[in-house]
């Protein structure tokens, strides 16, 4: 039994104590910035930053809106970035937490495929070529506490717990919220764990906000080792 | 081959045969499932209130068990009435008001007209403040009013409060200023 994020954008007031209780957490340090005329800010997700609440202004309807997104890794349910590695020492799915976890081994893998692979654009390497994302706080799930970011967050915007509670909550969220919001909707809920109700196109949000559509070119070698992948996994259990 | 990066997240014909032959009795368990010890497992567990606003949210302090008693971490406190364990920005960054390399560790003095701040010894500062509130003090200190009433009172002075005081330290720092005969005592209470 897996875990899952319930990320309601229509509750989130982009405060980004979810971005500071993640630094707070693991650790990690700030980062020199620039004012680019937008809060939205360190401007990316980067090997020290897993988490960044996107802020968009878009008019819709004739109104100005600001739409917020607090952006991170999905912990896809067949995450491509796994696959595309094919070496567990350095990309893993933990089956007890469901978290996606990248370990120091990630250094001997190719960034730009793994960067490629990611349909939410989300893994970042740092000098020496590790790299670095959201850990679902995997440390903290696994001793009965909340990734920092929900435990944090004021609005109960962020939520986290057993797969098919987040999944009946964002079902039943997502009904409420039609009745103001008729173009709401929750992305990818089928294929990720970290779902996002948002009230209008996703693309609004955030270029990345929904699985990209664009092409890229799948080796022949990837291809099987995504289709074979829990037979392999079986295998290891029997030998 | 090419596919989209939405299709191949997609792609779970595959798990759909584990699970048929999960069915035969072979289990599906564990490949990998890594228990993982929390930075706060030996720490101190100490409550505090957040000195920020006046909304008053609980905070758990974890502090090092380990001689240097340094905060480990600082978070929201979820049996707290007010906050249930929620923080916002600046309560999440509570362990930056002692971890922070870009904290002062030594009283700065800048001299009148100096352009530099200059480190000073908390001896030499104290005993200056010291020195220069008793000058101002002494010289503005008005015995008696225009009425000839006694009075008692150091016109020379205010005071302004930090707000990130609490009820007891206000209490301190007000006994501390009437001692000295102030009468303009100013503070943004919060909590």
Redesign the interface.
């Known amino acids: 039994m897996s875990n899952s994020f319930f990320i309601d954008t229509t509750l989130c007031t982009a405060c980004r104590a979810c971005q500071v209780a993640c630094k707070q957490w693991h650790d990690l340090p700030a980062e020199i910035t620039q004012n680019r005329g937008t809060y939205e800010n360190p401007p990316d997700v980067s090997f020290n930053t897993y988490k960044v609440v996107r802020m968009r202004e878009n008019v819709i309807d004739g109104k100005l809106n600001w739409l917020f997104f607090p952006e991170q890794c999905r912990h896809c349910i067949e995450p491509p970035c796994q696959d595309i590695a094919g070496d567990e020492n350095a990309i893993y799915t933990d089956a007890k937490t469901g978290a996606v976890i990248y370990t120091a081994n990630t250094k001997y893998l190719n960034f730009e495929e793994i960067r490629e692979a990611c349909p939410y654009n989300i893994p970042r390497k740092s000098s020496d070529g590790t790299m670095a994302k959201c850990d679902m706080c995997n440390d903290r799930v696994h001793n009965g506490l909340l990734p920092a970011c929900v435990q944090t967050c004021p609005t109960g915007a962020m939520n986290f717990g057993k797969r098919e509670e987040m999944l009946d909550l964002a079902q039943k969220r997502l009904l409420e919220v039609k009745a103001k919001y008729p173009k709401a909707e929750l992305i990818d809920p089928n294929d990720v764990r970290v779902i996002y109700l948002v009230a209008y196109e996703p693309t609004l949000y955030h270029e990345f906000a929904i699985a990209s559509n664009a092409a890229f070119d799948m080796t022949r070698q990837v291809a099987l080792r995504k289709i074979f992948r829990p037979l392999k996994n079986i295998a290891s259990h029997l030998f | ?6 299709e ?8 759909a ?2 699970l048929a ?2 069915g035969l009795g ?14 706060t ?1 030996y720490a101190k567990e100490t409550s505090t209130i957040c000195c920020y606003c006046a909304v008053g949210c609980g905070a758990i302090v974890h502090t090092s068990q380990k001689g240097d008693g340094r905060v480990i ?4 406190d ?1 049996d707290h009435i007010i ?1 249930k ?5 600046k ?3 509570l ?1 930056q008001l002692t971890e922070n390399s870009n904290r002062l560790l030594d009283p700065m003095y800048r001299a009148p007209y100096a352009k530099e701040w200059k480190p000073v010894s908390w001896e030499w500062a104290l005993s200056e403040i010291a020195k220069r509130i008793q000058e101002t003090r002494d010289s503005s200190f008005q015995h008696k009013n225009e009425k000839k009433q006694i009075v008692n009172r150091a016109m020379g002075i205010a005071s302004v409060g930090s707000a990130a005081m609490d009820n007891e330290e206000c209490w301190i720092y007000q006994a501390l200023m009437r001692a000295l005969g102030l009468v303009y005592i100013e503070h943004q209470a919060r909590i």
């Open positions: 081959m090419n596919v989209t990066r939405r191949f997240i997609q792609i779970t014909g595959a798990t045969a584990g032959v999960s072979i289990g599906l368990s564990p490949v990998k499932s890594h228990a993982q010890m929390l930075k497992k971490n600082i978070e929201g979820p906050n364990g929620s923080l916002c920005p309560g999440a960054a362990s």
